[in-house]
């Protein structure tokens, strides 16, 4: 097989939610080499629960490798162990509370080679030449059922090239669109591709409208060279913001070209509620922080849309003091548009549950994507 790809996940506590990521990933169209499954750290125990050792221990594939830790360290580290131990040329990263479908790895690589191979007869065919099984894992049942045509998941590899000049030199980070769910809907992510022409700060952080959604590059869609993860490791002891420290140090390296591949989506990300995957931190002091740190990744524009939407979430419904000192700091650290002042302000006062509320209200609910009652 000419792509061999390591898959990592990492976990703690989440032992039902680990099984199905693993099933997932090992029923890929294209077969991960191997699916490497990182424990971080002691898990809890109680009479009601499994551990995910004994879980995943059930799941008789060769493919399968549990590397269990000793202590925890954190989500970043838990990455770059799997990576470590991974035997493959590509790593892709899955969360334990998300899915893949099947033709995920498929997409991706196909998307790979022919930006690699441009002039490949049939590295632009019809993509009905090249469909990928885009069908739901039978974890996910009807996450996708008659909700979008899997031919269009490839789409865009007729002109490979497009949203930025490709070097052959570069390493190629890949993403993709997801069906984003919560308890009451589902929906497509991103509604608008990243384009590389476009800082990525400002892709990820400057929203262009209430929703969440428009922007979008969530680990459980990367696919990674191992060279580039090697040499770019996600930081170690970050309690926050892990996927976005490692995509914008990425984004900011001349090596490096980040693409999203085709509309379709190929993977369910979870959401709403309280995601308690590894490395999920509610802090926007560490948020504030970390963003200070990696100053020199942002744009102006992006720092102060950081501060007004994703620092002020974190500091709603904590004291008014605190959210009052948050307000200096985001005024101070960058200019303020107008435009980040409006969400500042709304993060700050509105409750979290009015908010979302109101957000419900404004999302238009495809008839496919609804949810069943």
């Known amino acids: 097989m000419r792509h061999r790809v390591s898959v990592v996940i990492p976990t703690c506590n989440r032992a039902a939610m680990v099984r199905l990521a693993v099933a997932s990933a090992l029923a890929q169209t294209h077969a991960p080499m191997e699916v490497i499954v990182v424990i971080d750290g002691p898990e809890s125990s109680g009479h009601l629960s499994l551990s995910s050792q ?3 221990d059930c799941i008789h594939d060769p ?5 269990p830790l000793l202590a925890s360290v954190g989500g970043g580290e838990a990455r770059n162990t799997g990576v470590r131990a991974a035997s493959g040329d590509w790593i892709a990263f899955l969360d334990d509370d998300d ?25 632009h ?63 497509q992510w991103p509604r ?21 959604g428009d922007a979008l590059l969530q680990t459980s869609t990367l696919l990674i060279p191992r060279r580039l993860l090697l040499r770019l490791p996600f930081t170690p002891g970050l309690r926050k913001h892990q996927d976005w420290d490692w995509l914008l140090r990425a984004a900011a390296d001349p090596s490096v070209a980040i693409r999203c591949v085709g509309t379709t989506p190929l993977v369910v990300f979870h959401v709403e509620g309280e995601r308690q995957s590894v490395g999920r931190v509610r802090d926007w002091h560490l948020s504030a922080n970390w963003a200070l740190q990696r100053r020199h990744l942002f744009t102006p524009k992006a720092l102060s849309a950081f501060f007004a939407t994703e620092c ?30 409006v969400p500042l302000v709304v993060f ?11 957000r419900d ?12 009652a």
């Open 54 to 56: 004994v879980v995943l």
């Open 63 to 67: 493919r399968l490798r549990v590397l």
């Open 99 to 123: 899915l893949w479908l099947p033709g995920k790895l498929a997409a991706q690589l196909e998307y790979f080679d022919a930006l690699e191979h441009p002039d490949t007869p049939g590295a």
């Open 125 to 187: 065919a019809p993509a009905a030449a090249r469909e990928p099984d885009a069908r739901p894992h039978p974890a996910a049942a009807n996450d996708l059922a008659a909700s979008r045509d899997s031919r269009a998941a490839v789409a865009g590899l007729t002109a490979a090239t497009s949203g930025g000049n490709f070097a052959a030199s570069q390493d190629v980070v890949l993403s993709c669109p997801v069906l984003a769910r919560s308890p009451q809907w589902e929906e």
């Open 192 to 212: 608008l591709p990243y384009d590389p022409a476009e800082p990525l700060a400002e892709y990820l952080f400057c929203r262009r409208g209430w929703r969440y």
């Open 312 to 341: 002020a979430a974190q500091a709603q419904g904590m004291p008014w003091l605190e959210r009052f000192a948050l307000l200096r700091l985001a005024l101070t650290v960058a200019p303020v548009r107008l435009a980040n002042l």
């Open 348 to 358: 700050l006062v509105l409750p979290q549950q009015t908010r979302r509320r109101l």
């Open 361 to 372: 209200l404004v999302r238009p609910v495809p008839s496919a994507h609804r949810r069943p």
